[in-house]
């Protein structure tokens, strides 16, 4: 019997952007993000961001949220 294909299935769920805290941790986590950065310079810390974003966007895998997560991003800075 063939092994289902897990990430097809959930790319085709449809999701939705969680935006209320939902970190297990959230002090520990924005002191890992900000010691990641330590000593780095405003290039190295921008590529860094990026590779951030791009990593976790590969692991959430949904378009549909990513999308929503972009557009969260983008409203919070007006």
Known sequence: MPTPN??????????TLIVEPNLDTP????????????DMSAEQSQAL????????????????????ALIAARDAAH
């Open 49 to 68: 961001n990026a590779r951030l974003v791009l990593l976790l966007a590969n692991h959430i895998g949904s378009l549909p949220v990513l999308k929503q």
């Open 27 to 38: 002090d520990d986590f924005y002191e890992a993000l900000i010691e990641a950065h330590h």
């Open 6 to 15: 897990i990430t097809a299935t959930a790319q085709t769920t449809q999701a």
